[in-house]
């Protein structure tokens, strides 16, 4: 057995999990994978949510160690792993920026989550219009987008973060849907779209999804 383990959704939807995968995936390190079938509470049973605290995917184990949340799952591989690969820039500015666009991501862009969710991505496709809060939103993500992004860049630090891929699936929700993306950063979604750690976890086949 691994001394590393992450929990994700058995159906590869959830864009903390995809943060988690990705880090994990990009970092090199040898884990396993538990899917936790959330349609059926898995995420509630006494095992599961005892060593969460929060009953939440994704779920990482190392050794006797257990941590929930995706960013802190990114971050504790970080200084429990430093000889791998960064996941987050070295230079304590460019970090801090990085933790803010995940941060960003996690706690805002509502509308965004709720009518493009990550379903729309990898099961059914959206065919609503965007709602004018949603529309609101896209317009805040972009605009972010554009100013972080430095001209003439395919990521926003230099080596690919964890803060790339969080962004890249975000505005992919957007591209998904019909809504128009500039020609940079479609660019930049494409680029991490195609890295490998990425099309482990979006190109897989699915089961068929059961709603929850």
Do not use: C
């Amino acid at each position: 057995m691994s001394e590393l383990t992450l929990w994700i959704d058995a159906f590869w939807i959830s864009p903390y999990a995809f943060s988690a995968f990705v880090t994990l995936e990009e970092k090199g390190l040898d884990y396993s994978l538990e899917l936790v079938p959330l349609h059926e509470g898995g995420n509630r049973r006494p095992e599961y949510a005892s060593r969460s605290l929060t009953a939440r995917v994704p779920m990482l184990r190392h050794g006797d160690f257990y941590v929930s949340e995706s960013s802190a799952i990114v971050e504790y591989l970080e200084e429990a792993f430093p000889d791998s690969p960064r996941m987050l820039p070295t230079d304590a500015r460019q970090r801090a920026r990085a933790r803010q666009v995940m941060a960003w991501i996690r706690s805002d862009l509502m509308a965004i989550r709720e009518e493009r969710s990550t379903h729309t991505l990898f099961y059914e496709r959206a065919r609503t219009p965007l709602s004018p809060q949603a529309e609101a939103a896209a317009r805040r993500l972009i605009s972010a987008a554009e100013a972080i992004l430095p001209q003439g860049k395919a990521s926003l630090f230099g080596p690919f973060s964890a803060a790339d891929a969080d962004l890249a699936l975000m505005l992919q929700r957007l591209r998904i849907g019909g809504h128009p993306l500039t020609p940079r950063l479609v660019q930049f979604v494409d680029l991490v779209w195609n890295r490998p750690s990425v099309r482990k976890f979006t190109e897989r086949t699915r089961p068929a999804y059961v709603p929850y």
